[in-house]
């Protein structure tokens, strides 16, 4: 609205047709501001009553949304697209918190180097470090292979919900065999 004002909206008129005002774009401008069309801004002085009952008779022509209890569990709107925010999140997350604290280590006294980072976890039992592996290499594996069958949705393929249910559970059983190798069989 301001740079209407200024002559913005007039200029780019002006710019279309030729004018006496060609050869200086200065001379424009002001030629540009004089032309502009305003309208008088009216106000009324209301008491908070008032307002109040003018935002509630809005508010009820406005449309209501469903409240999350209406849907079914079983339905795909919580199935693994859910779940690859989830676990996106869960490993962006991690990622901030590990580099986080690998940038205040110095100031702290810690030691999150790559060699004691090494040491620590060879030094740990068997169980624990897999289950470690297995805590980060499932949602690793859910996001990646669910990311490429969003691919697939831009591409317009898989849409009916046969396909995508049965789409989730082979997604799941892929991620968790491809966690178990990332964990136990390298």
């Known amino acids: ?9 007039a200029l780019r008129r002006g710019a279309v047709r030729p004018n006496a005002f060609n050869s200086q774009a200065v001379c424009r401008a002001v030629a540009a501001s004089a032309l502009t069309q305003t309208r008088p801004i009216a106000t009324t002085k209301l008491s908070t009553s008032e307002g109040h009952e ?19 569990m079983e339905q795909t709107w919580f199935g693994a697209s859910a779940w690859t925010r ?3 999140c869960t490993l962006s997350g991690a990622a901030y918190v590990y580099f986080a604290t690998y940038l205040v ?19 740990m039992p068997l169980a624990l470090k897999g289950g470690i592996k297995l805590a980060l290499g499932f949602p ?13 949705y831009d591409l317009v393929k898989g849409f009916s919900k046969k396909t995508i249910q ?6 799941f059983a892929t991620a ?3 966690a178990g190798y990332l964990a136990f069989g390298i």
């Open 86 to 88: 989830i676990t996106g």
């Open 1 to 9: 609205m301001i740079a209407q004002r200024v002559g913005l909206a």
């Open 140 to 152: 690793f594996a859910f996001h990646a292979i669910n990311g490429v069958r969003h691919l697939s």
């Open 176 to 178: 968790a065999v491809l």
């Open 54 to 72: 003018i935002l509630v008779a809005q508010r009820k022509n406005r449309p209501v949304s469903p409240h999350l209890s209406i849907y079914k």
């Open 166 to 171: 049965t789409g989730e559970r082979v997604i």
């Open 105 to 123: 280590a110095p100031l702290l006294g810690l030691h999150i180097e790559s060699a004691s980072l090494v040491s620590a976890f060879a030094a």
